[in-house]
């Protein structure tokens, strides 16, 4: 099966523009988180998506926000594009909706904002 | 809610040296505990995890011990290979039943041949 796919795999944008990631999670999982990675930092979670909901969100501001299509893939929208907001975003799918059930991530979205 | 701290890296070894990378936890309850790994340019991938305190979960020749007297999740291997260089990280769920996975900051391995 085909694990975790991101796209585009890499972004260059200039700061006040706008910038929408996608996520295809495995075949048979319904959750999908989405995480921002700084360099030399952790990943920080953003949204968690369960069965088209949004059942989690992370301390960001409103520029940032999400949604899970029928087909359980999902879209991060990111608007009004900061320096800061240059990272590595990654996407996981999980077989179930709770964070015990382990994390599948995709290579992720490298955003550069210039 | 619950949180990890991680030992800073870099971590140099020679090939076939022993590992150790510390993880300590706090949380409400217990918690399932993970290790994940990212090699250079990929996501994170699932290394290992355990589910309840005294669970050992192993994977690839590495393991943790879930250890509530000592708040500990450290991560072992006894031979390490040039193919191990990657960044590990110990996370948890924030808090029971949470949608919300916390990662530590990471600590970086290179193993030299």
Redesign the interface.
């Known amino acids: 099966d085909a694990g975790v796919t991101q796209s585009p795999t890499h972004l260059i944008k200039t700061r006040g523009q706008h910038v929408t990631l996608r996520c295809s999670p495995i075949s048979g999982h319904k959750s999908v988180s989405w995480y921002q990675q700084v360099l030399g930092q952790g990943p920080q979670f953003i949204f968690q998506y369960y069965e088209k909901e949004e059942r989690g969100r992370g301390n960001f501001p409103d520029r940032f926000s999400a949604r899970q299509f029928p087909n359980y893939s999902s879209e991060l929208n990111v608007n009004a594009l900061l320096l800061g907001d240059s990272a590595l975003y990654l996407c996981a799918s999980s077989l179930l909706q709770g964070a015990n059930s382990p994390l599948h991530f995709g290579n992720g979205t490298r955003l550069t904002v210039t | 809610g619950n949180s990890v701290t991680q030992m800073e890296g870099p971590v140099t070894l020679s090939e076939e040296a022993f590992l150790t990378i510390n993880c300590t936890y706090t949380a409400t309850g217990y918690?399932?505990l993970?290790w994940?790994v990212q090699y250079p340019?990929?996501?994170?991938?699932?290394l290992l995890?355990a589910?309840k305190a005294d669970d050992k979960g192993s994977n690839k020749g590495f393991e943790a011990t879930y250890r509530k007297e000592t708040t500990s999740f450290h991560l072992e291997k006894g031979s390490v290979q040039v193919s191990d260089s990657a960044v590990y990280?110990c996370?948890t769920?924030?808090d029971t039943?949470?949608?919300?996975?916390?990662?530590?900051?990471?600590t970086r391995l290179f193993v030299k041949a």
Not at chain 2, 97 to 106: E, M, N, R, V
């Open positions: 918690p399932s993970f994940y340019g990929e996501g994170l991938q699932l995890k589910t990280f996370a769920p924030t039943g949470g949608f919300k996975t916390i990662f530590g900051a990471g």
